[in-house]
Structure formats: structure tokens, C-alpha cells
């Protein structure tokens, strides 16, 4: 029952203050997020992937087989390809259409309308893609706030699919962290990056890397600000693993440095 209030008020976290657990004892209340707040976070995951840029917010990655778009370069696969990694952008579109609003024509196609590198890059000048970025660019609180609860509905999804020896400490661990501001970000930017963990198709030779594994790869340290430290340091360790563990042919290397910088930003205070 305590693990289910957990999830229950950690899925809730973004609409109000709350704690853990009414039943713990020495536990405190998560800090709600001001406006000011989200609105820093999603400046930060718009700089972590877009690089700040309106260009940046549609993009295909060399080496990748799909492109990614908005603030949290949300997976768009074409109809040619489904790859392994979680497709967030119908995701976000689903989200648009329960919050009443209307994207541009294009973003509503079943599927992405460009079949590779080169016919994106074709159109990337095109009228139709001009009033994407436009609309994206426009919309970055609406993105925010999809990527906040996508994040937030990750808890109770991680703590059914872990082994039930580790959910108490995983949800310690999210509590740890959660307990400052610059930590929350951590955990919302981290979900959009890399993922819950739960996906069996994100996997290197049988490990993964989403928010369950760093969560589960924490040291023990006391809550707040060595918390978020530990998580960065957690995610750093995860992802050099998944480099590690990838096929040469993906080239993952590269994105190391950058990988490893942004994991760092989850130390600093927002």
C-alpha cells in the first residue's frame, strides 16, 4: 500500500505540493514547481537539444533513422521504419488534442512525411516546415508541460515493472532527488532523454539506461542537493555503460562529451 501512495502522489507532482508518503515518518514535502521554475526547465531542455535554436527544433540526426522535433526532440518514425526507441511525438500530439489545441496539418500525419536524411533536409525551407518550427517555437510552455508529465506518469510505471526488492529504494531514490528544484529537472529531463527504462527494446546486451537504472544505480547519499549530484553522476555511469555495450556500427562514442555535459547540469541549481 505505501509503495502505491508513493506512485499515486509522485504522478501528481506537477499539479500540486505533496508528500511521499503520508505514513513516513521523517519525510518532507516535494517542492511544488513555480511557473518561473517550469519555465526554466524547458528553456534548458530547449538548449539541451536544440541548442536554444527555432532551427533546432526540427532536426535528423546523423546516424539516426528518424527525425526528432520541439524542445524535447521528440522520435517521429517514418512509415519505412520503427526503430527501438519510445516514438514521443504521436505522444505529444495525443496530449495537443487533450489539451485543445490544434497543431500545423503536417504535424499531424500518421507518420513522419520524409523518408530520409535528404528529403528532410529538401524541405527543411519549405512553407509547411517554417510553420512548424514557428508553431514549436510558440508552444514551448504546452511542450513543457507534456514533457513534465510524461515524466511525472513514470514512477508508477517503473515501480510495477522493477523487481519488487528494489522498489522501495528506487522510490527513495526519486524522493532524494525530487527534494530540490534543480533535482526535478533532472528527473523531467532525464525521462525525455533517455526514457523510463522499462522499454525491453532499449537494451545493450541486456542492459539499459532509462530513469529505472540510474534510479536503481544510485549510491546512497542524503536527499537534496548530493542526491541530484549522485544522479547526475548515476546517468553519466549509465550512459558510458550503453556506449560501452553498443554495436561500433552506431557509432554511440561521439555522443559521449555531450552526453556526459548535459548529465552534469543536473548538479546545478536551476
Not at 42 to 69: H, M, R, V
Not at 228 to 250: H, M, Q, V, Y
Not at 251 to 263: I, K, P, Q, S, V
Amino acid at each position: 500500500m505505501k509503495l502505491l501512495t508513493i506512485a499515486l502522489c509522485l504522478a501528481t507532482l506537477s499539479c500540486a505540493p505533496f508528500s511521499i508518503s503520508s505514513s513516513a515518518q521523517n519525510t518532507k514535502p516535494i517542492p511544488e514547481l513555480s511557473a518561473s521554475q517550469k519555465a526554466a526547465i524547458g528553456q534548458k531542455i530547449w538548449q539541451n537539444e536544440c541548442g536554444g535554436s527555432i532551427d533546432g527544433l526540427t532536426t535528423w540526426n546523423a546516424g539516426e533513422e528518424f527525425p526528432s522535433l520541439g524542445i524535447g526532440h521528440f522520435i517521429w518514425y517514418t512509415a519505412s521504419h520503427k526503430g527501438p526507441f519510445t516514438e514521443s511525438w504521436p505522444q505529444f500530439m495525443a496530449y495537443c488534442k487533450q489539451r485543445g489545441v490544434t497543431p500545423p496539418a503536417v504535424a499531424l500525419s500518421p507518420h513522419a512525411p520524409w523518408n530520409s536524411p535528404a528529403e528532410f533536409k529538401a524541405d527543411f525551407r519549405s512553407p509547411r516546415m517554417n510553420e512548424l518550427r514557428q508553431w514549436l517555437a510558440s508552444t514551448v510552455t504546452l511542450q513543457t508541460d507534456f514533457i513534465i508529465t510524461r515524466s511525472r506518469a513514470a514512477l508508477p510505471k517503473i515501480l510495477a515493472g522493477a523487481p519488487s526488492s528494489e522498489r522501495e529504494r528506487i522510490a527513495t531514490n526519486y524522493q532524494k532527488v525530487a527534494a530540490t528544484a534543480h533535482g526535478q529537472y533532472a528527473l523531467i529531463d532525464y525521462v525525455n532523454f533517455k526514457g523510463d527504462g522499462l522499454n525491453t527494446g532499449e537494451r545493450y546486451n541486456g542492459r539499459g539506461w532509462g530513469l529505472l537504472q540510474v534510479l536503481g544505480e544510485m549510491r546512497n547519499v542524503t536527499s537534496g542537493a548530493a542526491a541530484a549530484k549522485e544522479f547526475a553522476d548515476a546517468a553519466t555511469r549509465c550512459l558510458n555503460r550503453r556506449i560501452d555495450n553498443s554495436p561500433p556500427a552506431r557509432g554511440e562514442a561521439r555522443w559521449r562529451a555531450g552526453w556526459t555535459n548535459r548529465c552534469q547540469t543536473y548538479a546545478q541549481p536551476l
